[in-house]
């Protein structure tokens, strides 16, 4: 079985532009969690979406928004790019309790 | 609120000896516990879980994690470490909302397992 799939894999942004990020979950699983993982700190919580409603928000600004379409699949979106969005946001869906987590798309905002 | 702590940035241990990774944790009420492992430049790869039952739980690549309530932690631990572990170990808690089934998983500032040949 395939596992989470992310796309795309690098992405360079300029300052104020918008970016779309998109996730494809295990076959099976209805949520999808995003997060950002900023170099040599913990993945943070950004949005978790089951059966496409937002069901968790973390504490990140209203230019982070996310969906989840009606195969489960996922989209991040970020507005007005700062330099600090540069990170790796990583997607995970879930069955029950255990994350899977997919290679992430690494994010640079110049 | 919910919290995770790894003392350790760093963890050097030779090839062949036991290795721990210390965890605490900070929650209101009964926690999920999980550990990942993450190798460079990769997402996050799910190693164990302690949901409920035995405190000792073992998971992939012989790595096991002790939970401990009264002390709030959960280590992982190897018997004898090989140098293909040497990677970025994160622990996380997460805990259900009493409605809507949200989880919130909030994971350590990790430490890095450095095993020498």
């Known amino acids: 079985d395939a596992g989470v799939t992310q796309s795309p894999t690098h992405l360079i942004k300029t300052r104020g532009q918008h970016v779309t990020l998109r996730c494809s979950p295990i076959s099976g699983h209805k949520s999808v969690s995003w997060y950002q993982q900023v170099l040599g700190q913990g993945p943070q919580f950004i949005f978790q979406y089951y059966e496409k409603e937002e069901r968790g928000r973390g504490n990140f600004p209203d230019r982070f928004s996310a969906r989840q379409f009606p195969n489960y699949s996922s989209e991040l979106n970020v507005n007005a790019l700062l330099l600090g969005d540069s990170a790796l946001y990583l997607c995970?869906?879930?069955?029950?309790?255990?994350?899977?987590f997919g290679p992430g798309t690494r994010l640079t905002v110049t | 609120a919910q919290s995770v702590a790894q003392p350790e940035d760093q963890v050097n241990v030779a090839e062949g000896n036991p290795l721990t990774v210390k965890c605490t944790y900070s929650?209101?009420?009964?926690?999920?516990l999980f550990w990942y492992v993450q190798y460079p430049n990769r997402g996050l790869q799910f190693l164990l879980k302690y949901i409920t039952g035995d405190n000792l739980v073992k998971g992939s690549y012989g790595f096991e994690a002790e939970f401990n309530k009264s002390q709030t932690s959960f280590h992982l631990k190897k018997p004898s470490a090989l140098v293909s572990d040497s990677a970025l170990y994160f622990c996380?808690?997460?805990?259900?909302?009493?409605?809507?089934?949200?989880?919130?998983?909030?994971f350590g500032t990790g430490t890095k397992l450095q095993v020498i040949p």
């Open positions: 995970a869906s879930s069955l029950i309790y255990e994350q899977y």
């Open positions: 929650v209101s009420g009964n926690p999920y």
């Open positions: 996380a808690v997460r805990v259900i909302a009493i409605s809507g089934g949200y989880q919130k998983v909030t």
